[in-house]
C-alpha cells in the first residue's frame, strides 16, 4: 500500500487500521505532515484501504511485482491463490474432510500458521520452522497448500531464496502425517520456535475415529497432551453433511 | 486456513459464541454449489445469527444481507454468527434436514458444541483443536486485546485499531456498541461476533486507562 502525498492531508484516521502497524507520519516537502507506509513492513492486506477512512482518497496499492506480489496473495483474504482457488491463506483441510477424505483414520492434520496472530512472518522464518519438520524426514507437505508451492525443496522445506525476504501476515505450514509422528513434530515445532522472530499459531486435525472413550475417538489429541501441549477449550468441528460423503475402506463413520 | 480456530478467550467468555460456516469441495461437489451455499445462508437468517457473511462479498456491517446471499459463488465460504446456544441447535437440526450436501462446520466451545450436535442429531465427523501461539510471544499485545482481534482469523482487525476503540469510548467518540460494530467491519467474512467484542470493551474499558494526545 502507498499514499499519495499530493492527496494526503495528514488526518490520521488510517493509521490505526493498519495491521503491522506500519504507517506513520512525515512532513512532505511541502511542509505539511503525511501518512508514509514503511514498505518493508507493509504486507499488502488492504485493510487500510478498504476501510474507506480516507477522506481524500489518497491511498492505492500499485500492482506488485514479483517476488512482493506474495505479500497480498498470502495477506489479503479477497486474493485468491491460483493453487487452491481459495480465498486466503490455507487449504480446505478439514472443512471438507468428510468429501475429500484428506485426513483418514490413523493420521492427523498438522499446520504451523506462521506470523498469527497478526504478528507477521518473513519467509526466512517460514523456511526455518519447515525445514525443522522436514529434517524428520518422510515428511510430505501439502501439495495444495501455497507455502509448498514456494519450496524449491519439498524434502528439505527450502524456500524460493528471492522470497526470502518478503512479509506476510501469516503463512500456514501444512502437512498430514501419521498419528505416531505427532510427539517428534511438536518436539520440532518446539525447538525451532525459540529460534524466530515471530510466533506462530499451531494446529491439529483428527478425524472421529470409531470408539467410545474421547480418547478412542480422538488419539491425535490424546497424543499432543502426552507431548505436554495443552489444547485449548474450543475448536472446529465438521458435520458429515458434505455429499457424496467420502468412505474409508471399511472402518469410516 | 483455519479462519475460526485459535479464537483467545476463557471458557466464561467464549461460552455463546458459536461460528456455523459451510463450502464446497473443490473438484468434488463444487459445480453449482452456489445455490447451496445460498441456501445455507437462508438457513442461517432464520436463526437470527449476529452477524452473517461471505468471504467474497463481505459481512452485514459493510453489506446488507440481502447482498451476501444474492452473491454467493460456487467457491465462496459463507458464515453464520450466533450468540444463542438454542438458536445454535435448531440450526444445527434445520441444515441437517435440509440436507445441502454441501461440508458444514462449527466452531466454538468444544465440550459445548458437541453436546449441540447430539441434540440437533448430527455426528462430529472431523475435529480440529489449536495447540496455541508458539515463538516470540513477548511480541503479542496484552491478551485482552488479543481476544477481540483474534475474533478475525485472517488477522483484519487491528491491534492498534482496538486500542483505538478504547480511546474513542473512553473520550466519548462513540460508544461500545458502535465500537464493537467498527472492529467487526474489516473481518471480510463475518466471523467476528460483535456481541462478545461489546462485552470484551466493557470489561477493558473498566480497566485500562488512556492517553489522548
Known amino acids: 500500500m502507498k499514499v499519495d502525498q499530493a492527496k494526503c492531508v ?8 493498519c495491521t503491522m502497524g506500519a504507517i506513520d507520519f512525515v512532513a512532505s516537502g511541502r511542509g505539511r505532515v503525511c501518512a508514509e507506509v514503511d514498505q518493508y513492513e507493509c504486507v499488502d492486506c488492504g485493510v487500510c484501504f478498504r476501510a474507506e477512512v480516507c477522506p481524500t482518497d489518497a491511498l492505492y496499492e500499485p500492482a506488485p511485482e514479483w517476488p512482493r ?33 484428506r485426513f483418514k483414520c490413523g493420521e492427523a492434520g498438522m499446520a504451523v500458521e506462521m506470523g498469527r496472530p497478526s504478528t507477521g512472518a518473513r519467509f526466512h522464518d517460514i523456511e526455518k520452522v519447515a525445514m525443522a519438520i522436514a529434517a524428520l524426514g518422510n515428511i510430505t507437505f501439502e501439495p495444495k497448500n501455497p507455502i509448498t508451492g514456494l519450496m524449491v525443496d519439498k ?11 518478503e512479509k506476510v501476515l501469516s503463512a500456514i505450514i501444512e502437512m498430514t502425517v501419521p498419528l505416531e509422528r505427532i510427539p517428534a513434530i511438536i518436539e520440532a515445532v518446539r525447538q525451532v520456535t525459540k529460534e524466530i522472530s515471530t510466533v506462530c499459531s499451531f494446529d491439529l486435525t483428527c478425524k472421529v475415529h470409531p470408539g467410545e472413550s474421547q480418547e478412542q475417538r480422538l488419539p491425535a489429541f490424546e497424543l499432543a497432551r502426552r507431548a505436554g501441549v495443552r489444547l485449548t477449550d474450543n475448536g472446529k468441528t465438521n458435520i458429515g453433511l458434505g455429499r457424496p460423503l467420502f468412505v474409508e475402506g471399511g472402518i469410516s463413520k | 486456513m483455519s479462519h ?20 464446497s469441495a473443490k473438484g468434488m461437489n463444487e459445480i453449482g454449489s452456489n445455490e447451496k451455499l445460498q441456501q445455507f445462508l437462508e438457513i442461517m437468517q432464520r436463526f437470527e445469527p449476529v452477524n452473517l457473511g461471505d468471504m467474497k462479498t463481505g459481512n452485514r456491517f459493510i453489506k446488507p444481507d440481502e447482498t451476501i446471499v444474492a452473491n454467493t459463488r460456487d467457491t465462496s465460504i459463507v458464515h453464520g454468527v450466533f450468540d444463542d446456544r438454542e438458536k445454535v441447535i435448531k440450526a444445527l437440526a434445520a441444515l441437517k434436514e435440509a440436507d445441502l450436501g454441501v461440508s458444514v462446520i462449527i466452531s466454538g466451545l468444544f465440550d459445548d458444541v458437541h453436546d449441540c450436535c447430539r441434540e440437533a442429531g448430527v455426528e462430529p465427523h472431523t475435529c480440529e483443536k489449536s495447540l496455541g501461539i508458539w515463538g516470540r510471544t513477548e511480541r503479542l499485545p496484552d491478551e485482552e486485546i488479543m481476544q477481540i482481534t483474534t475474533m478475525c482469523g485472517h488477522g483484519m482487525v487491528a491491534f492498534n485499531l482496538v486500542r483505538k476503540m478504547i480511546e474513542d469510548i473512553k473520550t466519548g467518540r462513540c460508544t461500545v456498541k458502535e465500537a464493537a460494530e467498527e472492529l467487526a467491519k474489516p473481518c471480510q467474512c463475518g466471523v467476528f461476533n460483535p456481541g462478545r467484542a461489546e462485552a470484551l470493551l466493557e470489561e477493558i474499558i473498566c480497566l485500562w486507562g488512556v492517553h489522548v494526545a
Open chain 1, 10 to 17: 495528514g488526518c490520521g484516521r488510517c493509521r490505526a487500521y
Open chain 2, 4 to 23: 475460526t480456530l485459535h479464537r483467545r478467550g476463557t471458557p466464561e467468555n467464549l461460552k455463546n459464541d458459536y461460528v456455523i460456516f459451510a463450502m
Open chain 1, 155 to 165: 524434502t528439505t522445506g527450502r524456500m524460493n531464496p528471492e522470497v526470502l525476504d
Open chain 1, 69 to 101: 506480489s506474495v505479500r497480498s496473495t498470502f495477506s489479503n483474504p479477497l486474493v485468491e491463490h491460483k493453487e487452491t482457488r481459495i480465498p486466503g491463506r490455507g487449504t480446505e483441510e478439514m472443512k471438507t474432510n468428510d468429501v475429500t477424505g
